[in-house]
């Protein structure tokens, strides 16, 4: 045996401990499938990324599995995906992609088995992945509960309805006659139904406006009502009586005034006069009654009568 057979078997050895151990480093890689997920939705010609979970109910949804292989130890090996998505439904296939919706809002947990086969001989390796999904309804209507008339200094209360859910952040600004005024922000609210309650005092009468802004975790929705104030006709009633009183007061008082110099020269001269009956027996046997007047002092007594002569003929 020359020296070349024997520097090759004291090699040997060695090569086949390297190549084991490369082979055992290998598949303790393979047995981890590092990635994530990753949620997509689709409205129109847009696309939104819902990466913390909160998914829109009744909008095609789309999600993907992002595989972290920066070695590439799997990029020969093929795939299973088993995505269970927390409704009921199951669905299997060879992409890292699926495709469904949510019909109704609510929790939901899904999982995702991933199974990977690296050659024909090895064991596939699996691993499991599981994510807390909410499901909200997207916001999709503002609408006014009641009347869109009120009247002048009305203590009004204004009740909305959110089609959405909640919670949602609410953000309002009233603007009287419908100016805008950038300089003045809004009143910002947090609902956890979906009733908004206002309670508003109109000052001025004609055509305001009621800007409401309403988001929730996947939507937002901002809309303006026209809102009709007219003037109060018991108010105006009120006012008009009121000046009608005043006016008839004012004009019987100027009246007393007039007429009190007439009345109280009346009330002197009753006071200090006092008829005389005169009764005079003529000379043909008829009595003659004359009127006099006399003033009376105090204290002083006088017959209101006073009889001359005989009553009648005997």
């Known amino acids: 045996m020359d020296g070349k057979h024997i520097v090759w078997m004291l090699m040997l050895p060695i090569l086949v401990l390297l190549g084991g151990t490369e082979t055992t480093e290998s598949l303790i890689d393979l047995k981890n499938i590092e990635g994530k997920l990753v949620f997509y939705q689709m409205e129109g010609n847009a696309t939104y990324v819902r990466d913390r ?7 095609p949804t789309e999600t993907m599995f992002e595989l972290f292989d920066p070695q590439k130890n799997f990029s020969s090996a093929k795939f299973t995906y088993t995505w269970d998505l927390g409704n009921g439904q199951v669905i299997n296939g060879t992409e890292p992609v699926v495709r469904y919706y949510y019909p109704e809002s609510g929790n939901y947990t899904m ?33 006014l509960k009641g009347p869109s008339e009120y009247e002048v200094s009305q203590d009004a209360s204004l009740i909305f309805h959110v089609d959405g859910s909640p919670p949602l952040w609410v953000c309002w600004r009233f603007l009287p006659n419908c100016m805008p ?33 309403v988001r929730n975790e996947i939507s937002k929705l901002q809309t303006s009502f026209s809102l009709y104030v007219r003037r109060n006709n018991g108010a105006q009633i009120f006012f008009i009586l009121s000046c009608a009183a005043i006016l008839v007061a004012t004009f019987s008082f100027i009246a007393v005034i ?50 001359y002569g005989t009553q009648g003929r005997s």
């Open 111 to 143: 999982w995702l088995k991933v199974g990977a086969n690296v050659t024909k001989y090895s064991p596939p390796v699996t691993k499991v992945y599981s994510t807390e999904v909410q499901v909200l309804d997207a916001i999709k209507n503002i609408e």
């Open 258 to 307: 007039a007429c009190h110099p007439h009345l109280h020269s009346k009330l002197k001269i009753a006071a200090s006069s006092n008829a005389v009956f005169l009764k005079n027996q003529e000379s043909d046997g008829q009595s003659l009654i004359l009127l006099k007047l006399s003033n009376i002092e105090k204290a002083e007594k006088e017959p209101l009568l006073l009889q």
């Open 181 to 213: 005024d950038v300089t003045e922000g809004c009143t910002l609210t947090m609902l956890y139904d979906n009733m908004l309650k206002l309670n508003l005092t109109f000052a001025s009468a004609g055509y305001h406006c009621l800007d409401i802004s």
């Open 53 to 59: 979970g909160e998914l829109a109910s009744d909008v």
